[in-house]
């Protein structure tokens, strides 16, 4: 939930790729794959909630959850729903449009929601007060790190470290990015990409998402147990199995 970047791949397709911070209890082993509202989903459940940080369908739809809006907040539970099952929910709407115009988001807390969508990349922030909706350049790379954690002099310095490897890497492909989540940073463990906070909060897994003009593919990788999965999802209906 709280590093998180994007990058486009030719006409069609990007890479989306997450670190999770979080307390290590909460890690999934292994992606999980359910149906919702006619669409094959693939996505790693948290342990705690059952909700999910991230997700992808056969509808060439992704939804992507980081902790937080704009500035770390005070959190005063409880909360209506919790921000992974609602990352879950998005898929039962037809349409991020019919989402935003009737999800429930009052009595959520903080967050901030990447959405893929058929050729379309939005970014909500919600504050407790309002939507803040942004429509993105799917051309153009992005990279996210959770409020709550990072504090703006952090975030800025992990959007050189990015700037930087995108100088370094002008013909990336997915395992470039994956060895920027893994490695990136000062070896400061409190505040690099791969993070630990004395073992309270760290970054449990990696997950990274490409997709094609045919296809979505999610690599999984749970950096506590070190073991990796995959799923891949057709998009145009045909779904391969996972290994």
Aim: glycine letters at 8%; hydrophobic letters at 35%; proline letters at 5%.
């Amino acid at each position: 939930m709280c590093t998180v970047t994007y990058l486009p791949q030719g006409q069609d397709g990007f890479i989306f790729t997450s670190n999770r911070d979080e307390a290590p209890h909460r890690s999934p082993q292994f992606i999980g794959r359910v149906e919702v509202a006619g669409q094959e989903l693939a996505f790693p459940r948290d342990e705690s909630a059952g909700g999910a940080w991230i997700a992808m369908s056969g509808s060439a739809r992704l939804a992507c959850i980081l902790n937080g809006a704009f500035e770390k907040h005070e959190r005063r539970p409880p909360y209506r729903r919790s921000r992974g099952l609602m990352a879950l929910d998005f898929f039962e709407f037809p349409s991020a449009g019919a989402f935003i115009h009737e999800y429930a988001f009052h009595g959520m807390e903080p967050f901030t929601m990447l959405i893929y969508e058929k050729g379309s990349l939005l970014e909500l922030r919600w504050d407790e007060q309002q939507l803040h909706i942004r429509t993105l350049d799917t051309a153009q790379p992005y990279i996210w790190s959770s409020a709550p954690l990072y504090p703006r002099d952090i975030r800025e310095k992990r959007e050189q470290w990015f700037s930087g490897w995108l100088d370094e890497n002008p013909g990336f492909g997915q395992d470039d990015i994956l060895r920027f989540h893994h490695t990136a940073g000062e070896g400061d463990p409190w505040n690099d990409v791969v993070m630990n906070r004395n073992n309270i909060v760290r970054t449990v897994s990696v997950t990274s998402i490409l997709k094609t003009g045919h296809w979505m593919e999610m690599k999984y990788h749970d950096l506590l147990s070190g073991k990796m999965s995959h799923e891949k999802i057709m998009l145009k209906g045909e779904v391969l199995g996972s290994r």
